[in-house]
């Protein structure tokens, strides 16, 4: 979609276009709401801003879109397919790395209660396993922090590829 047709579109079907970027209601509003954008630029700096702070509730919520890092859905959703092109650099033909990504998953779910949350667009399964390697080692509350960032950096980064 163009920026035009997005600053045009219903505001139904403006929040419909965004929320595979993020899942929130109250950051789709606010960045619908900011309508009309006068170009790509001011809309993704929009975008940002809605994103922070971030809640705990709207982290958990928007966290039930994404799979798990070398877990490739398979839907034809457009949540489904954001993460397949995001997720190309993860190689599942190195099983090492697979299993490591699969046990550091798990590992990552178990002591913080939710999915291992990265921008995988433009890294491959080592640089990620690795970044899932070091954030293990966090604690709750610093780690808090850093999934909020990520996802608002995807956010933003998948709402600079719809616009596109």
Same mark, same amino acid.
């Given at each position: 979609?163009? /920026? ?8 139904? @079907? ?7 970027? /993020? ?7 606010? /960045? ?14 929009? #975008? $940002? ?8 509730? =709207?982290?958990?919520?928007?966290? %039930? ?19 397949? %092109? ?9 099983? @090492?790395?697979? #299993?490591?990504? !699969? ?26 396993? =690795? #970044?899932?390697?070091?954030?293990? #080692?966090?604690?709750? =509350? $610093?780690?808090?922090?850093?999934? !909020? ?7 933003? /980064? ?7």
């Amino acid at each position: 979609m163009s /920026l035009e047709t997005f600053n045009g579109a219903d505001r139904d @079907d403006a929040i419909a276009f965004v929320r595979p970027c /993020l899942d929130v209601d109250r950051w789709c509003a606010e /960045l619908v709401d900011g309508r009309p954008y006068a170009s790509v630029g001011d809309a993704l700096a929009a #975008a $940002e801003s809605a994103a922070h702070p971030l809640t705990d509730a =709207e982290v958990e919520g928007a966290l %039930a879109h994404h799979p798990r890092i070398g877990e490739r859905p398979t839907g034809a959703g457009a949540h489904a397919a954001i993460s397949r %092109a995001e997720q190309s650099g993860v190689d599942p033909a190195d099983a @090492d790395v697979a #299993a490591a990504l !699969a046990e550091g998953n798990r590992a990552y779910e178990e002591r913080f209660g939710r999915v291992f949350l990265i921008r995988a667009a433009g890294r491959s399964s080592r640089d990620i396993l =690795e #970044a899932l390697t070091e954030r293990l #080692a966090h604690t709750p =509350e $610093e780690e808090a922090p850093v999934v !909020a960032d990520q996802l608002r950096r995807i956010a933003v /980064l998948r709402l600079k590829g719809l616009l596109a």
